[in-house]
């Protein structure tokens, strides 16, 4: 049986935009900023309906969904790195490097990281994007064997695209030199 008019439905306490019926609906609400700070859990219910026969919804609000969840996670904290190395393999001297040598950059992020490799964080080493190895979500390395063609002097490296699982992209594109 159906819904005579269009159910109450708050999402984050929220009223949302119901559509659909008259036995199937969409609630729909754009969260903003001001309704979460930064993680939070939110939940819905489902406030009034009333049957095609006039009779309306009995008992404790719906809260929940036919597969059990009855909230999920909001995360706008954009991901940062909490840790960021750059050396190079050189025998004679880490933060000097020659043609032949292998200059790795480390880093470690404040929250797990998408790591489909079509979703991992971009890493350039002297002006050459190379791949990203994924040691866990929160762990990555990329490497770069320095060529003739290079420039002599200080070695660079950038860091950008890395989203987290809610789609945040980094707070920062993380950028260093070193002397090479």
Known sequence: MGLQSKP?????GRTATVSGGPTTWTAE???????????ATVGFSIDSATDLAGNALAGTPVTA?????????VDMTAPTLSSVTFVSNNAYDLTRAKVGDQVTVTFTS????RTAADQLPIVAIAGHV??????????FAAS???????????VGFSITNGRDLAGNE?????????GA
């Not at 969904?65 to 996670?73: C, E, F, H, K, N």
């Not at 404040?110 to 990281?113: A, N």
Request: glycine share 4%; proline share 2%.
């Open 29 to 39: 609400y754009q969260l903003t900023v001001t309704d979460v700070t930064t993680m």
């Open 130 to 139: 190379v791949p990203v190895t994924v040691a866990s979500a929160t762990s």
């Open 8 to 12: 109450i439905v708050r999402i984050a």
């Open 110 to 113: 404040s929250e797990d990281l």
């Open 65 to 73: 969904t036919t597969s059990g969840a009855a909230t999920l996670d």
């Open 144 to 154: 770069y064997v320095l060529q003739a063609t290079d420039a002599s002097g200080s």
């Open 170 to 178: 980094l707070a920062d594109t993380y950028a260093a030199t070193s």
